[in-house]
């Protein structure tokens, strides 16, 4: 069987056979790029090669790129643990064509890949194309000899890709795996395309025009082609799993945390220990990267991902930090490929232990009001806004960690009354500050950093936004 590591290889290797450069992945902290939260795709290290701002070091290139898709545009955080398929952190394979190769080389290349080198099953793959793009269709009949229900016409922004407003821009086809009639879900643009059955592995971008105020205003003249390929997912078709969960390194992961916990990886905790697998991975990575906790921006997305893994090893009954002791395993499975990771270990294993050590101080009295505040209401019920505020403002809780546990609980929690209440101590905190004396000592400074801070915190999502891809 091959491993996420083999397969990372192969994809490279494929591509690296085929002139283009193989080339690190960039850290996932955006260099240069204060749009953007943290780099979510592949193409996101090249954007100036594909603007013409400046020269790639060779017309292709191929990556595995780290990608964090939690606290921006795309923000799958609250899909993991609840589809198959979404990480927030996940490699994104890709193969880039920088005004050199366009879509007839793209569409046979990814093709062979799939069925020759990866062994795919024609029967179970089918790919959709954006409506209008009559020349991606026709290339994939003469590739794949498909019918015309295999080659489907999506007019969605699934199927159109932009950079933003101005730039390049242009049609994508993307090639989704069909798992069987046994899994519930329907094909790419049906109603219940969101169910597990067909899964997208791989998207092709085809960047032919290009925008000038959310316009198409001309042909680029030198077309290029940008994909991405999630590595967990193709692991997942490959080793014949219906979830990237099962796959080989997060096998290794779940493991590590069920013994590490003496608790049952399958049955009413397996959720619980996907998300802890996953968001050890995010939080490790961004630690890796430079990120630290903290409570605003890129640090207070961290904070939010290593919370929500620490309230759930709290739910496995861990009596300890448990977090920083599956980093040695982390290492072990992808400290080869990422050697920034395994640099990194010493400060991502303290790193992760005194934000549990600290947040582990208020985690089981918060657990305890959401409990009390919970006990009388019914499936459906509303937490009250001025409740998810005391244990955000009290108990270190981020509102969506709050909100996962009222979904695990079947509620919902009222945020405009929470925005509210946050609006008021906004207020309130302003004025106290005028009319406080001294604050003594570092340590109480801290301490009113720390409950105050998130009330200055002005949105990471204002830093999100025009960077999306
Ligand atoms: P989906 O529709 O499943 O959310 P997407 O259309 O948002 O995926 P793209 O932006 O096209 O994904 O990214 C390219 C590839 O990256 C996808 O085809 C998929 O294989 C992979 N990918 C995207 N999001 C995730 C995720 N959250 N976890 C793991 N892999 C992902
Ligand atoms: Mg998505
Ligand atoms: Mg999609
Ligand atoms: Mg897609």
């Not at 398929?85 to 093709?111: C, P, Q, V």
């Not at 490790?284 to 939010?304: K, Q, W």
């Not at 301490?447 to 009330?455: I, N, Q, Y």
Request: glycine share 10%.
């Amino acid at each position: 069987m091959a491993s996420l590591n083999d397969i990372r290889s192969t994809f490279l290797n494929f591509f690296e056979a085929d002139a283009h450069q193989k080339i690190h992945s960039a850290p996932l902290v955006p260099q240069n790029d204060p749009t953007l939260m943290f780099v979510n795709a592949g193409m996101v290290p090249f954007k100036d090669y594909f603007t013409g701002a400046a020269t790639p070091p060779s017309p292709r290139a191929t990556t595995s790129q780290k990608c964090v898709r939690a606290g921006g545009k795309h923000n799958d955080l609250d899909n993991v643990g609840y589809t198959a398929r979404h990480l927030t952190f996940f490699e994104m394979l890709g193969n880039f064509s920088f005004g050199d190769y366009f879509k007839n080389h793209a569409i046979e290349s990814a093709w062979t890949l799939v069925t020759r080198d990866f062994g795919l099953d024609p029967k179970r793959l089918l790919v959709t194309v954006y409506i209008d793009d009559d020349e991606a269709a026709a290339i994939w009949k003469k590739v794949t000899g498909f019918s015309d229900d295999k080659i489907i016409r999506i007019a969605g922004s699934d199927n159109f890709w932009a950079m933003g407003d101005s730039g390049p821009c242009g049609p994508c086809t993307e090639i989704f795996w069909d798992y069987g009639d046994h899994v519930p879900g329907g094909p790419p643009g049906s109603p219940d395309e969101d169910g597990d059955r067909y899964v997208e592995i791989w998207n092709n971008v085809f960047m032919q025009f290009e925008k000038e105020n959310d316009e198409i205003v001309r042909d680029l003249p030198k077309p290029s082609v940008d994909t991405g390929m999630g590595l967990e997912r193709i692991a997942s078709v490959l080793q014949g799993k219906n979830s990237v969960f099962d796959t080989d390194l997060f096998q290794t992961l779940i493991g590590a945390s069920a013994e590490a916990t003496s608790t049952d990886p399958h049955g009413d905790m397996a959720p619980s220990h996907r998300v802890i697998a996953d968001h050890l991975r995010s939080s490790a990575f961004l630690i890796a990267d430079g990120v630290t906790p903290s409570n605003e921006g890129r640090g207070y997305v961290l904070r939010r991902i290593m919370r929500r893994a620490m309230r759930h090893a709290h739910l496995l009954g861990a009596a300890d930090p448990l977090m920083h002791r599956l980093v040695p395993t982390l290492v072990a499975e992808m400290g080869q490929a990422y050697p920034e990771l395994k640099r990194a270990q010493a400060s991502v294993e303290d790193t992760m232990k005194q934000e549990e050590i600290r947040f582990r101080t208020t985690l089981g009295r918060g657990m305890g009001l959401l409990e009390d505040a919970t006990r009388d209401l019914a499936p459906g019920d509303v937490i009250p806004g001025r409740t998810a505020f005391s244990l955000y403002d009290t108990y270190g809780f981020p509102l969506d960690l709050t909100q996962d546990e009222a979904r695990r609980r079947g509620f919902t929690v009222d945020t405009d009354a929470f925005d509210a209440a946050m609006e008021e101590q906004k207020t309130r905190g302003k004025a106290n500050w005028k009319g406080s004396g001294q604050i003594a000592s570092t340590g109480e400074w801290l301490a009113l950093k720390d409950r105050l801070g998130p009330t200055v915190f002005n949105g990471y999502d204002a830093v999100d936004g025009s960077g999306e891809v």
